[in-house]
């Protein structure tokens, strides 16, 4: 089974900032290395929902919602995906969900809070 830990979540302003990090301790680094990543959040009351992903290369993709506010990354090295969020808004509020995934199978870590107050 594989494990994914998220962490940096947290209360923060409206225009704030927060980066958000996943890290895979129990792959090898060839396995992390080849799965694509992902971070979805989950708002109250809503479905789950796609933020980003970075694929495996390095191909990035961004909701609308995401665009030009987050950047994902990845270190092989580190077995870790980041999320880096600025310009933060109140519906940005929501637990958010790292994601590894090849085409036959996926994992989710546990998800971290983020609040955005106004």
């Known amino acids: 089974q594989v494990q994914l830990v998220e962490s940096g979540g947290g209360l923060v302003q409206a225009g704030g900032s927060l980066r958000l990090s996943c890290v895979a301790p129990?792959?090898?680094?060839?396995?992390?290395?080849?799965?694509?990543m992902g971070w979805f959040r989950q708002a109250p009351g809503k479905a789950r929902e796609l933020v980003a992903t970075?694929?495996?290369?390095?191909?990035?993709y961004y909701t609308d919602s995401a665009k030009g506010r987050f950047t994902i990354t990845r270190d092989n090295a580190k077995n870790t995906v980041s999320l880096q969020m600025q310009s933060l808004t109140p519906e940005d509020t929501g637990v958010y969900y790292c994601?590894?995934?090849?085409?036959?199978?996926?994992?989710w870590g546990q998800g971290t809070q983020v609040t955005v107050s106004s």
């Open positions: 129990g792959m090898s680094r060839i396995t992390f290395s080849s799965h694509g």
């Open positions: 994601q590894a995934r090849t085409a036959q199978s996926q994992y």
């Open positions: 970075i694929g495996a290369p390095d191909y990035v």
